[in-house]
């Protein structure tokens, strides 16, 4: 069974810190590429960050250049965000996603699958 679950969301003071995780499971090798979204109601869904396992690359949105940070832990098919210095417009519904090929891209309609999504409300 093909499988996104994304675990880490939650409320967090502005200049907080929140870690996500993107556990996938069921999916051919190929499917190497892992991305970050996130949603607010009334708006498209915006590209965040993304990781390319295969050749080793990342890209970020330039709002969370500097603030956010994507990783991989291959052996247990993980990809972490690790969102510090957040600020209340960082507020969203965060999606994970996954596509195949070699480079990553911030477009949602490249991904195939997506997770279910996690709340990250940044709040004071």
């Known amino acids: 069974q093909l499988q996104l679950v994304e675990s880490g969301g939650g409320l967090v003071q502005p200049g907080g810190s929140l870690r996500l995780s993107c556990a996938a499971s069921?999916?051919?090798?190929?499917?190497?590429?892992i991305g970050w979204f996130r949603q607010v109601p009334g708006k498209e869904r915006e590209g965040v960050s993304c990781?390319?396992?295969?050749?080793?690359?990342?890209n970020y949105a330039d709002s969370v250049k500097g603030r956010f940070t994507i990783s991989r832990d291959n052996a247990k098919n993980t990809v972490i965000l690790q969102m510090n210095s957040l600020k209340p417009e960082d507020t969203a519904v965060y999606y994970c996603a996954i596509t195949r090929g070699y480079l990553c891209g911030l477009g949602f309609y490249d991904y195939d699958y997506w997770g279910q999504g996690t709340q990250v409300t940044v709040s004071s």
């Open positions: 069921g999916f051919p090798s190929d499917y190497s590429v």
């Open positions: 990781i390319s396992s295969t050749v080793g690359i990342t």
